[in-house]
């Protein structure tokens, strides 16, 4: 069985390990060593399979630890994150492909499922991330942009918003218009990977075969709601993604504002976007249910992107 | 009156010569037509945002330019805008431009004892140092205190434009 080397880099480290340790006492099939040296050799970032750095430790240890950025394929951070622009400088200042938002419990077992997930070549999905009973789960198809508010509006119409604050509904359905914008429009190349309605005015109809058509799953348990955008093309890339998820400025060119993908992290408590190049480009929306705003606002928020070829 | 339709948005326009106030109802999307709009001219247009339902991020790009088309000599107003409206303000920067000011707004608030949230319509002028207005409200005969339900320092943050 393969050893999988986990670098934590924190002032924290005596108390993360041990409970980090435990949580994988319940993964016998993966062995796993955790270090956190008092000094950091350049070996340590070559010889750990993740890097897993606290972002206040980082910022005491600037000189020291500016190298860990060479190694962004194998690097996570983690910080206490007060609203979602601190979590937007972190990604864009370090081009970070794993965020997680530091709350405690629920931060280390997030920490736990995503090294389990990497190290088994797997995406999370929904079900990785439903910690209740599901009380509902509904799936739908989206072969056509017209009147695509009301399509979205039909889709959610069977899950329950009434323990939620008067926004929630209508800022699930800014997420979802985005999402599925880019799904329609950004996401659909031919055979030689030409985009084929990237640069389209919005108000133009796309339809498209059933085949192709972008998916939206809704999965439901008491405390949240998780949405997954899929579309079958897997078009999207890290290029496109570092440009867009922390720019918030609007772009002057053809077809969409450039905003849709800023906009949906901006509302999430969790994004998660999964890539399998040629095959599939999934979001997937996390948001917990509160009847209060300010609870919904001062969530921790994480963010994560995982590349992978599945098959 | 004058009624404008572009999909799911409508504008109802009315006034004088000086001041014109329109009446945005329904979703802001890439449905907003500038060349629909070019004969709105004039010094002051106030703008009621009330029953804006949505604005997504080609109704943001496309009501940028809009009001880029106006010009920066045209003194705009929004009033009674919508939480989801703040919101987008405060997320991406030129939603409200420097000849543009928020008169008054929706904000969240929340009854502890009757666990109950209720949307209460501010004046940018009682924000004071960015703090939320004291409210309390007599409901059936009881007086209640409302909590503020956001974290003023981001929901204010437009009033600092």
Known sequence: MKLHQVLLLSDSSSSLLPSLEKLFDSEPQIKIKFISPQKIYKTDFEESEFIILDYGYYLKNQTELKSVFNYLDKLSIFATLTNHQEMIEIIKATKVSHLFGMSGTHTLNDIKSYIVASIENKFWNSETLITAPVINKSLTSFSTSDHLDQQIETAIQTHDFSKTFEGFKLILIQILNEALTNALYNAPVDEKGNFLYRNQNRRKIITTDVKNAPTLEIVEDEEKIILSVKDYYGSLTKEIIDHYLTEGKVSDKDGGAGLGMYLILNHAHKLIINLDPGKLTEFIIVLHKFKRFFHYETLEKSYHLYQRKLS | ?161
Not at chain 2, 89 to 104: C, D, E, P, R, Y
């Open chain 2, 1 to 161: 009156m004058n009624t404008i339709e572009m999909g799911q948005l409508t504008l109802n326009i009315e006034g004088t010569e000086d001041t014109l106030f329109v009446t945005v109802m329904g979703s802001i999307n890439e449905d907003l037509q500038i060349e629909k709009l070019t004969h709105l001219t004039s010094p002051k247009i106030i703008f009621d945002l009330e029953q804006v339902k949505m604005i997504n991020s080609c109704g943001i790009r496309e009501w940028i330019r809009f009001i880029e088309f106006l010009g920066n000599t045209v003194h705009l107003e929004y009033i009674n805008v919508p939480q989801i409206v703040i919101q987008q303000m405060n997320m991406i920067s030129g939603l409200l431009t420097k000849n543009a000011k928020v008169t008054s707004f929706f904000a969240p608030y929340f009854i502890e004892d009757l666990d109950e949230e209720k949307q209460i319509l501010l004046n940018s002028a009682d924000i004071v140092n960015f703090k939320a207005p004291v409210i309390n409200t007599n409901i059936d005969g009881t007086d209640y205190n409302l909590d503020f339900d956001a974290i003023e320092e981001q929901y204010f943050k437009f009033l600092k434009r």
